[in-house]
């Protein structure tokens, strides 16, 4: 059996998790509940569940290929109250299903339980799942090409890019305009956000060698 991590931390979107809470959370769409997606949630079910490379890049495939159709039919079949992170949650256990053999791991009362924390009811997240395999035809392998994933890591890689720079932009001490010009300033911060880039690059990259060295046999590692 898996371990779960119960635990939930209090943290913001600042670790390597948050290029793909971030972009996960603006694919799920947005007509589908009355709620706005948040990357702080989606963040909470990476964080819970340790999700490998993989898993994190086919679930994404899965949520960039929805549909107004589906928003439609969660809106008539689920709650508008209910938190649209859990179609971010359901894409997940779809691409877990598809690349993890061991049935240990896909078990719907586990991810209620322990990825979700039981924000979701499991017919509901059994309704979702249902929705978005419906939507794509139940054809997961076609979405798992290989070029399709690459996309998927490198909209996630930005994604992370773009959040720590305009952090940095936050947290820049503000500079006198007596000392330097609004030239110098832009230049100044461009340098940053440029050696920021590289930095973020290659922890990714580092990050993600790990994960898949880790995962090679493609199953979801349960902190």
């Known amino acids: 059996m898996p371990e779960w991590h119960f635990f939930v931390p209090e943290y913001h979107l600042t670790n ?17 509940s009355l709620l706005t997606p948040s990357p702080t949630l989606v963040q909470d079910i990476l964080y819970r569940a340790n999700f490998p490379a993989p898993i994190l890049e086919l679930a994404v495939v899965i949520l960039d ?17 209910v938190r649209p992170e859990l179609i971010a949650m359901a894409s997940l256990l779809v691409a877990t ?14 991810w209620q339980k322990n990825v979700g924390c039981s924000m979701w009811s499991c017919n509901q997240i059994n309704t979702t799942e249902r929705l978005i395999l419906e939507t794509i035809g139940w054809n997961v392998m076609e979405l798992a090409e290989a070029w399709l ?3 998927a890591q490198d909209d996630m890689q930005r994604a992370g890019c773009n959040a720590r720079k305009k952090q940095r932009k936050m947290n820049r001490p503000r500079l006198e305009r007596t000392e330097l010009g609004i030239e110098e300033v832009e230049e100044e911060i461009q340098a940053e956000w440029r050696q920021g880039d590289q930095v973020e690059v290659q922890t990714y990259k580092m990050e993600e060698k ?9 199953s979801v590692q349960f902190m």
């Not at 290929?65 to 508008?80: D, E, I, M």
């Open 16 to 32: 390597h998790i948050t290029g793909p809470a971030i972009h996960m959370s603006n694919l799920i769409p947005t007509s589908a």
């Open 65 to 81: 290929s929805l549909t107004p159709k589906f928003a439609t039919n969660y809106r008539r079949q689920l709650p508008l109250d």
């Open 97 to 110: 299903k598809f690349l993890d053999d061991d049935e240990t791991r896909t078990k719907t009362s586990e």
């Open 149 to 151: 994933m690459s996309e």
């Open 210 to 218: 790990e994960c898949l060295s880790g995962s090679s046999d493609r």
